[in-house]
């Protein structure tokens, strides 16, 4: 098929300054290479900040989303599809939506430019990603507790954290999800994780790499982070470091959505 053809695909992610969170992004632009055999595939930074810090601390580049929709355009890719790889639509994947839809009537247009849905957009997706942690039902729900922290957002969209700790608490035991930004953090679970009766707790981010939140707010050194917390008060805690970008179940979640844009171009 003619590379015209094809539909290219740019990988939007907020960023990050880590090289080991870096190689997360590529194992996820390797998956979408595979499951899209001929179709470019891009990575995109969202945050200027990112992509400015980056270059100066590791001297890597990575292109913004208006650089790298003009080199899909210059390979002659008539359709196109951000997938956003947010994990709610907040205030970021907003801003990606905007452009997008901006462009469509732009010079540097393509016949088709969609935008891929976040990991979590509705009640489906979320029983989707619930579904994913039955592979935690080898352990002692009596001993052992989960906590998944997200990112969380003062954007309306931070009550899908909400629903998907809903979801979690009716589909398992003893599973529980918080945020650092947003509702609901560590303190308003801390009674629930008393509740529960477990004394381990297993500490997992619910981020798509484990960038720097996972390095400093989960589970850093500091009194202030969750895993010093939870320690003070007398948990201990097993450290789960990967992000959910390693897990080819969540990004297997991405894809669909990635496939539910590319549907929408034949309409």
Known sequence: MPMRELPGIVL???????????????QIRKAYEREFPGSPVRLAFTSHLMKARL??????????LLAALAELHDLGCESV??????????????????????????????????????????????????SLLRGFSCRDPEKEAVLLVGHGTGHPADALYSLMAQVLKREHRNVFLGTIEGFSGLAKLLPELKGSGARVVRLMPFLLVAG??????????????????????????????RGLGERAEIVSLFLEHTRNALKKMEK
């Open 12 to 26: 939007a992610p907020y960023g990050t300054l880590l090289p080991s969170a870096l190689a997360t992004y590529d």
């Open 55 to 64: 270059l100066e601390k590791e001297a890597i580049s990575v292109q913004s």
């Open 81 to 130: 599809v951000v997938q956003s790889l947010q994990i709610v639509p907040g205030g970021e994947f907003h801003q990606v939506a905007a452009l997008v839809q901006g462009l469509k009537g732009a010079e540097l247009a393509f016949s088709h430019l969609e935008i891929g849905l976040p990991l979590l957009s509705d009640l489906s997706d979320c029983q989707k990603v619930s």
């Open 212 to 241: 720097g939140h996972a390095k400093n707010d989960i589970f850093g050194q500091s009194p202030e982070s969750w895993k010093s917390t939870l320690e003070r008060e007398g948990y201990a805690v097993v450290a789960d470091l």
